[in-house]
């Protein structure tokens, strides 16, 4: 472990002050600490950088996306105007190929305000370039219910592997109740080590129902900011009206099971080994997602495997149309990209693609047969 780095030296600090903390503060201080947070600091997509999303892979994926908010505008009456609100948008680079893509719908172009929700200076920057032909509007985090600065417009908000970055709890079974799991310094290993402890605490009633089922030992997992996003783009919605897409890894029910992990250089490591040099996730529980949705009153559909999403958004046409102007090289890079995006042993069926809409939206592109 680097015992240098800021982002060790604060959890080191703060749990010698306090004892051991919470899986979640772990994590949302290895990821945004300002002084040394893995997305504070640095750029992390790519052959050099530790990861590589959907978009970075290909610009099929943000035109769709673009092409889906289309059509999700038309579906909500066409306003004159609304939010096209972004959470989490990494180089800027779905929104920039979705925006070309929008080109297409002029109307709805005109009509969009954008706004981006992110919370890494670095990241803000590569957007700002990426973006710099647009008018764009940049939050810390999604601005809360009742706050102006989405303009109470209608909003269709979009995240690609957001969700999966903000930080959960985790609860150990232990006897007949749920504790807490915790985050430990070793001092003399110098190293951080998980603790449990000990005293049962509510997990929630996903987690009191699955209590049964689970073993002794066994891990449940809870993201509060999952469920509070969810809530306010909800809200946002119901009040306002509108739609929301999110593409992450995850799971369609709400289960028993550790899915924590840290990824460096594109490989696996330890979640505890490095953080602030680490990508860390945890699996989206859709379940959960489409529960806050329905008690604000909405709609949600699927999940749904990325894969069949993008066919049916037409991927394969779309790239049969890029095919036409590529030479050799172009043309495997586009087959390679395609695979990547829908194969079923790729990111075709390990992302999911979820939509929230307004009760009276009954149908949303990609989800017409399937939800
Ligand atoms: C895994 S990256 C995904 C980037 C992009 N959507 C893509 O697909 O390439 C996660 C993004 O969410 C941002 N992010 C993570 N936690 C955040 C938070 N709590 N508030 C705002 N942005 C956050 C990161 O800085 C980054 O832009």
Redesign the pocket.
Known sequence: MDSGHPVVRRLTGLISERGPISVADFMEIA??DPDGGY?ATRDP?GVDGD?T????ISQMFGELIGLWCADTWQRIGAPEAFALI??????G??MADALRAMASAPDCLTAARIHL????PT?RDAQKQKLHAHDVTWH??LPAPGDTSLGSLPAIFV????L???PVRQFVKTGDAWCERLVAHDRAADVFAFTPTGTAIPGGPNADRLLADADEGDIFEESP?VISVAGDIAAHIAAHGGAALFVDYGHRRTAIGETLQAVRQHRPIDPLEAPGMS?L?AHVDFQRVAEVAGDHGLRSLGPLDQGAFLQRLGIRERADILRQKADDRQSRDLNAALTRLIGSSEMGTLFKVMALSEQRIELLAGFDSQS
């Open positions: 990821l945004g997305y997509f990861f999303t959907a978009p970075e972004e959470l989490g948008p990494g180089r680079t779905l929700v992110e919370n890494s990241l810390e985090r995240a690609n592997e957001f999966d970055a903000l900011a990508d996730t």
